[in-house]
């Protein structure tokens, strides 16, 4: 429990960190976007400030999970036959790639932002937390099969183990799959950039050609350059703190982005685990009592 305690002060200092930040963001943001061909691209193609979301996969993924407990029982379970462990992991694997095909064919159309994503999220939550009760469906049965702590395994059992085991992977990747789609569309990427570049680059190589012949075009030196950039230094000394730090503010690459969102999913898993901890302790699960109170674990975890 002091490591829960712990753990829970860290999580509240983060997020006033992460909010005090953010504030600054708020203040510092109009500067960021400063002409209206960026401002038409952010609004065709809205995305959240990172740090909102970063916190949001921090907190989501930092719930206590039975699913490592589980493995360690079934492993218990079934460690005289390592073959049926290894071809349900192989089964999980193509399970994995069904659920993937199915939520881009019949939910990533439909629910892919705004509030349709936010109402799959929620939706997906909730069936998950039901799904995931099947496990105690799975250790009862396991316990009426135990005798002397020893195990009898027969083939409804395996059945057993095995379906309850596919659901759960199925909806889990399911689950998994907003999470990526929030990761992936809100990467802001310089192609933006590059497409207002190559517009204005065409639009001065058309009215170049307009232009007649003996039209004088202007010569540019080194010490035009050299004025032209100690004019903008000057005109940036002349701003505020706050704006000359935005003026100068360096671009962080897309791939930087996508790993800082991939970053807190894991990292909130891990919270998740730490807080697993004490919670195992209270209820005294152990492999030498044969797993007491597992049942009870997994339904405080759904």
């Known amino acids: 429990w002091v490591s829960m305690v712990v753990i829970l002060a860290t999580i509240l200092v983060c997020t006033v960190y992460l909010g005090y930040h953010y504030e600054q963001q708020k203040t510092t943001a109009p500067l960021l976007s400063s002409n209206k061909h960026d401002s038409k691209i952010d609004s065709q193609h809205p995305r959240l400030p990172h740090r909102q979301l970063n916190l949001y996969f921090l907190l989501r993924y930092s719930m206590p999970i039975s699913g490592f407990l589980m493995y360690s029982y079934l492993y218990t379970v079934f460690e005289s036959e390592p073959l049926f462990l290894q071809l349900l992991s192989v089964l ?19 629910c892919h932002s705004g509030w349709p994503l936010i109402g799959v999220i929620a939706s997906l939550d909730i069936v998950m937390g039901v799904v995931a009760l099947m496990d105690v469906w799975v250790v009862r049965a396991v316990k009426e099969k135990e005798v002397d702590g020893e195990y009898s395994i027969d083939n409804s059992l395996r059945f057993l183990v095995a379906a309850v085991g596919l659901i759960k992977y199925f909806f889990a990747e399911l689950d998994y799959m907003p999470a990526l789609v929030l990761s992936t569309t809100n990467v802001y990427s310089d192609d933006d950039g590059e497409k207002s570049v190559s517009k204005a680059d065409s639009d001065i190589d058309e009215l170049s050609s307009t232009l007649p012949d003996d039209f004088e075009r202007p010569t540019v030196s080194s010490l035009n350059v050299d004025l032209f950039d100690e004019e903008e230094n000057n005109v940036i000394g002349t701003l505020p703190q706050e704006k000359r730090i935005a003026q100068r503010l360096p671009e962080i690459s897309a791939g930087m982005q996508y790993a800082s969102f991939l970053s807190c999913i894991d990292f909130g898993a891990q919270i998740g685990d730490w807080i697993t901890v004490p919670i ?23």
């Open 280 to 302: 195992i302790a209270s209820l005294d699960i152990t492999r030498e009592n044969h797993w007491d109170h597992l049942d009870q674990f997994v339904i405080l975890c759904s």
């Open 92 to 110: 999980k694997s193509a399970i994995g790639s069904l659920a993937t095909f199915f939520y881009e064919k019949f939910l990533s159309p439909y």
